[in-house]
């Protein structure tokens, strides 16, 4: 079995998860956060958004540099604003990321990858490993986050592996 293979039931799995939190996200308090050095809702939710294009660009390329020197950025930070919006732009970035490890060959994900910022490196390692905690892994943190967040506003929110509180119906 191939890395991409094995690294695939994982991804699926956690993308539903957290599609599933996305679908929980109220509209209208995008600019709610729970301490003035948080993000707010609506970039939070944006970012989980976004962070399955991170895969794509990992196999796309060998580096990058999240900072350019001149200060601007390399990308434009997502922001939910709407719930169907939100959604599709994390729909379309899962199909495009499962579409790039699917043709990702071992020899691919072996490659290094580096991250760096106003070309200075911050970490390099394999494509693979930068699948898991630089994409998957930082995903289940921010959608963990996201989780909070949503408990903190009195919104229901699902469970990842098993009933979360406000389904205890699922274990009878």
């Known amino acids: 079995m191939s890395i991409a293979q094995m690294l695939l039931p994982e991804f699926d799995q956690e993308m539903a998860n957290t599609r ?20 707010t ?16 660009n990992t196999l796309d390329r060998t580096e990058l540099d999240i900072a350019l020197p001149s200060g601007q950025r390399a ?3 997502g922001v939910f604003t709407t719930r169907a919006g939100t959604l599709k732009t ?6 495009a ?5 699917a043709k990702a060959t071992d020899a691919d ?21 930068v699948l898991r905690s630089m994409m998957m892994n930082h995903i289940i943190h921010h959608r963990a986050q996201l989780g909070v967040y949503l408990r903190l506003n009195d919104i229901a929110i699902p469970g990842p592996y098993g009933p979360s509180a406000d389904q205890p119906q699922m274990m009878r």
């Open 41 to 56: 809702l609506g970039r939070l939710a944006g970012h989980v958004a976004e962070l399955p294009i991170w895969g794509v």
């Open 20 to 39: 599933k939190m996305l679908e929980c996200v109220p509209e209208g308090r995008n600019d709610w956060k729970p301490h003035v050095k948080s993000m």
């Open 97 to 101: 990321c499962r579409a790039a490890i």
């Open 90 to 95: 994390f729909d379309d970035n899962v199909a």
């Open 109 to 129: 994900l072996a490659v290094t990858w580096t991250l760096k910022a106003s070309g200075k490196p911050l970490l390099a390692m394999p494509r693979s490993a």
């Open 75 to 77: 990308w434009e930070p």
